[in-house]
């Protein structure tokens, strides 16, 4: 590994940035998560000469910027210059300590700024390092020791500690039609990488291993994955899972929230195996969250992703669904009955002829004219239902 220093100045990077030369999208980043506040402040102390953090950089000799770290600055600056937000307001304005004269800058748009400050925002110079020769693993190292004092959620650690590979595998199904389409998550939640801290859940559910869904063990489960793969029947059990759930939800479905999917997935996959075709799953999950039983709404609250609770919604909707299905079969066997009651019913009135009138008898055809292929009615019975059949035609 090498590291090069430099300063990079703001005309340098939107330069880059309108030649499409930087990638914000190494595995290891998250997406843009500051918002207007974060951003017009980081503007408004590049302005105004406070310090900046450095930027750091990977060359893959491509002369491509892939950022490491410095995505949301970065963001922010490319942002700002394209008058996505404003300077808040609230803050003190730019002082000029030359002309000793003060410069409106808050609440001002990039376009609002007069042309000594758009100069002095161009202008300005970022500390940048920049790696070469650096290898996936210690892109990962470089990231955890970068970002170890900063505010990054769990997911975002357990992501480094997965390795490359199994990166790969998250993204892989976490942009598959139901996760893309059906789950109910904001695109602020996938920018910090929701979805794929639920496929992890998914995974501990479906090795069958304590259901502690928890960031604490996540992580050891990433690194477990890291050091040893995924086994190839979960990870197939996962991609056929995620088709049969689309084809369940190929909408957006307001209970399709992070504290459901996994539990709502470890039962569809035992519903694939089980031959459940996707409109009964459907019915049942539907029903279940029109009427959520209290005991389940009470594992959803707070330590919802303890092993306790994890087993208790997964306990519930198993049940909820052996009951359903088992309704479903009775069902189905008194549908069945009842066809054979009505056939032989109206078998018994077809031998029957001289206990019934002629217009009865041609009724109970009209419900079930296949009988007549099976079984011989009397002449006249015949003739009339034919001559009928023939009028309506």
Known sequence: MQKHTRPINVKELLRKEEAELINFNLEVQRGSVWNKKQKGMLIHSLICDYAIPPLYFVDNNDKIINVLDGQQRMRAIIEYANNEFSIPLNVHNYYDDITETTIEIEGKIFNELNEEIKDIFNSKNIASYTFKEITEIEIEEMFKRLNSGTALRKIEYTRVAIGHNMRSFLTEISNMDFFKTSIN????????FMDQEIILQIITLLKNENNNLSGAKLLKLAEELNENGIDEE????????????????PEKEKYLKKVHIPIIFKLANQAIKDNIDVMTFFDLIDRFFENIPDAYKEACQAGSAKAENVNKRLEILTEQFNKFLEFAHKEDIKSDIGMKIGKDSIIRKIEKPDELEIEEEIEALEQYPDAMQDYHASDDITAAYQEQAVGVM
């Open 234 to 249: 979960v990870r197939q059990a996962i991609i056929n899972t995620s088709n049969y759930l689309f084809n369940v939800f």
């Open 185 to 192: 998550i904001t695109d602020k939640a996938r920018n910090r």
